[in-house]
């Protein structure tokens, strides 16, 4: 297959190595320095010896593919989606974004859109080095256009050590997942806490549950259903850094907006905790700036 | 006047240099340490050579005055009560704690029973050492009993340099110390800034505004009035590290029952933003036990 994977960020280059292995990949990013570095050299998985070879563009530089894989964060999609609409016909697009801000989004484009969720834990060393923190799997949905497409993604894209599945419902999926997000990355934000403080102080816990709650009415979900897979995930990721917390330490902005921000604006009911967490990273946001 | 004041913390220390200028002071303590060292060398007001000279006992030895002032904290009043129902008749007692939280032990008490806000800065340097950081006033109302006995307190202690004033209202006196605490105590504590953090960070002056409206609820005071007060004292205070953030960093325990843990107790209307600090206190104060 064709390939082109839209962002340089740690997704990007892990999924880049890993698929370049079986298919024809180019990966698409901002910055001149990075596309060299990876021309040159490849890709790098930290504690692999072995460069992953593969052409690098720039987004502007933009070519047909068989599909493409969207791998920026959700502030940077709307340049992306601009190139995707003027340039791209026929080829199905995979959005890779956290949260669920991108949905609303995704409409513009024309052909067929899947939408998916990372569970791998990756983190960028170098412009051309990744770390592989966690072995996961990619799970995909189709969120308008032909079931067929996203078939061959899976077929094709599927290895043991990199694993793609497929599932029916893209709320579900993105649902689940956004509940997780909009619990666990403002919490360990703003009590500094690693990812297993949800679960290991009781007060946490119990602010924890209140925004699963809240998060799922808006989504329609089973509460204490997600709130079982919450406790799970916060437990087998019990040592991580938060992205969020990440986030707030190295004063950058969050994900804010698509994680809390998404739940806000879909709903006329009031989620006061969802509110509090809100507000409250984007007042650590500006809290760098102002001290 | 024979005082009796019970606490050796920072407020009984700093009333007992001051008032025992014109009159004859006893302050009772936990501990013979402080008890014998405020004997031997009086107590002293920090950058002020003079030692002032009163007499200090054990409160297990409370003896007979003209009346008691308590100045002990929230957490410590349950002992501080029994021993006054027990040795007290007539006299009239003050009590100068922070919060309402105390207010409802007050009934125990036969004889009149007055209450009172501090708005002197004072901080604890050794066990017979405070440091003045911020001259204020004492303000205090009737909670129960005889109104001429609070007239002669006034009259007696009020001297120019520690100015003693008489208030009608002491749910209102107390209210607005209560609502100012409950916004900028938790929120400073939380965001891990100085009390002006309140106003110049825009979404934390948010969450502030919307606490304040809560509390006011709560004790049925006008909210935007309050909310001006809050500012006004946020911007006095600026650069002022508030009790309860001083308590976390120094892995205390808050004073957070007797703040927002009092309004919680006292509505049965969902008050969703001070639930969510009290909370996060909660947390924070195990969060050192924990890590």
Redesign the interface.
Known sequence: MKIGIIGGGAIGLLLGAYLCRDHNVTIYVRRNRQKQLINEHGIFIERNSRSFPLRALLSSELQAEDCYVVCVKQQQLGNVLHLLTRQVRQSPVLFLQNGMGHVDLLHRIGGSVYVGVVEHGALKVADNVVAHTGAGRITVAVYHGKTAGLLAIVDNWHRDDFPVERTGDWKLLLGKKLIVNAVINPLTA??D?VNG?II?????R??GQQLCFEGCEVLGLDASQQWEHVQTVAMNTRENVSSMLKDIREQRQTENEAISGYLLKHTKK?I??TS?VY??I???E??GL??
Chains 1, 2 share one sequence.
């Open positions: 703003l009590f806490v403080g290991d102080n009781p007060d946490i119990s602010l009031r006061p905790y509090f507000t409250s984007k007042a650590m500006k809290k102002i001290e």
